[in-house]
């Protein structure tokens, strides 16, 4: 019998066993498989991480000190951010992964590798654990609290009752790959390059590696084929003189979706269950990331299985105090303001993004917003929209 069971040790599974097994209560992290390096752009924008994972700032990841964000009619925005105590990084999947799971493994939380989570355990009617697939057969693992964080295709999510499959016009689905050979880019700015469809991204790892990917949004996803716009966008790239070699060694390639559409908070928590990370909708809808909100959800999620544990008191009642948390509040608040100005930007086959990128070339403080808003995910002042409109 477990205090908290954790179904997925991605970012927000790890954080929240972490949090909770620190606190002296016996947890199971169960995950797929951690050899697994998620479909991802591994840019880390946000300085915050390292409050999360204060251990983190002696790791020698590749730090970003700018960004530089094209239109599709190439409009660029370049800003370098000033005196930063510590860089913004990206980072390879498979080695952050591992690197946060082992700091909640240290903290006392009990892993079970190669665990498929197929289904709830169920006894007169309530979810009392998981049942997962293994190669020696089905293994049930009975807890008090079972926080479901095992991302976009989570089993579990959907048979919790707490909300359905995700819709395809709901997702962003996105291609990414990590290439080595040398590259014409500035190796410490992130660069976005947003398209009628989503956008396209590389992500300097190191001198001579990048993380490149495409990702089509909402309606998007019915109109174009993202496999194709990511073989295009690489061919672009490298005819536009970023990438300068005829190819590129691949070291990894995937392809995944992410929610986007923000978080449904009256679906996040129910009778002894949270929903956590990509499995609750933790994504910016504006830029798609999601390790950040993974990372937050996981904490907070951690904290609040703490106090019912202390109550002995698992019911939604208790558990509630997850939405109503004023982090997470705030976050759900800023995602449906994003998605509010998702829909503005991508309005006639993208054209408000290029006036804006052109906008934004002739103005600085206009750079600084456009940065603030796309990047960082910040709500932007009110002019911000009406310049667009009316240029
Ligand atoms: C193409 C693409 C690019 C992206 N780029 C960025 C970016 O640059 N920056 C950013 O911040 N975000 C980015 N995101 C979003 C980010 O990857 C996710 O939001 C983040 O990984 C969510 O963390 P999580 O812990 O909720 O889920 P995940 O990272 O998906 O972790 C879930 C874990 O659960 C495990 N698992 C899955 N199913 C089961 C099961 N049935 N049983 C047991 N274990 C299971 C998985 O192996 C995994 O370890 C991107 C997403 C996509 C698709």
């Given at each position: 019998?477990y205090?908290?069971?954790i ?13 909770v097994?620190?606190?002296g209560?016996?947890?199971?992290l169960?995950e797929?498989?951690?050899?697994y390096?998620k479909?991802?752009?591994?840019g ?24 530089a ?30 690197l ?10 009990e ?27 089905y ?11 095992d991302g ?6 959907p ?9 395809i ?6 291609r ?6 040398k ?6 700015l ?11 991204w ?29 073989k ?8 536009r ?12 390639s995937?392809?995944f ?14 009778d002894n ?21 993974a ?14 544990l ?24 800023n ?39 796309f ?17």
């Amino acid at each position: 019998m477990y205090d908290v069971i954790i179904s997925g040790a991605g970012p927000a599974g790890s954080k929240c066993a972490e949090v909770v097994a620190k606190a002296g209560y016996k947890v199971a992290l169960i995950e797929k498989d951690i050899n697994y390096r998620k479909p991802c752009g591994g840019g880390l924008p946000r300085t915050s991480l390292f409050k999360y994972y204060p251990q983190l700032k002696k790791v020698d990841f590749h730090k970003i000190n700018g960004t530089a964000i094209f239109s599709e009619d190439y409009h660029k925005v370049r800003h370098v951010y000033e005196n930063l105590k510590v860089n913004p990084i990206t980072v390879d999947r498979l080695k952050f992964d591992n690197l946060i799971r082992n700091i909640a493994l240290d903290a006392g939380a009990e892993l079970f590798d190669k665990h498929t989570s197929v289904d709830f355990v169920q006894k007169e009617g309530k979810k009392i654990g998981v049942r997962t697939k293994t190669s020696e057969g089905y293994k049930d693992f009975l807890g008090k609290i079972i926080i479901v964080a095992d991302g976009m295709s989570s089993k579990l999510a959907p048979r919790s009752g707490l909300r359905g499959k995700w819709k395809i016009e709901n997702l962003g689905l996105g291609r990414a790959a990590i290439l080595e050979g040398k590259y014409s880019l500035e190796k410490n700015l992130a660069y976005f390059f947003f398209k009628k469809y989503g956008y396209s991204w590389i992500f300097p790892l190191s001198e001579t590696t990048f993380n490149i990917g495409s990702i089509t949004y909402f309606e998007n996803n019915l109109k174009y084929n993202v496999q194709s716009l990511f073989k295009r966008f690489l061919v672009d790239v490298q005819n536009r003189g970023f990438l300068t070699e005829a190819s590129y060694k691949e070291i990894w390639s995937g392809s995944f979706p992410e929610p986007a559409c923000g978080v449904l908070d009256r679906n996040l928590c129910g009778d002894n269950i949270i929903l956590i990370g990509d499995a609750g909708g933790f994504v910016a809808p504006i830029n798609g990331e999601g390790v950040h909100g993974a990372i937050v959800s996981g904490d907070i999620a951690g904290k609040t299985s703490i106090n019912a544990l202390k109550k002995e008191d698992f019911t939604y009642n208790s558990l509630k105090a997850f939405r109503k948390d004023p982090y997470i509040k705030k976050i759900i608040r800023n995602f449906k303001l994003q998605r509010g100005f998702v829909d503005f930007f991508y309005e006639n086959e993208g054209e408000n993004l290029n006036k804006l990128f052109k906008l934004a070339e002739e103005d600085e403080k206009y750079n600084l917003d456009v940065i603030n808003t796309f990047i960082l995910g910040r709500t932007p002042p009110k002019d911000f929209f009406t310049r667009v409109k009316n240029s």
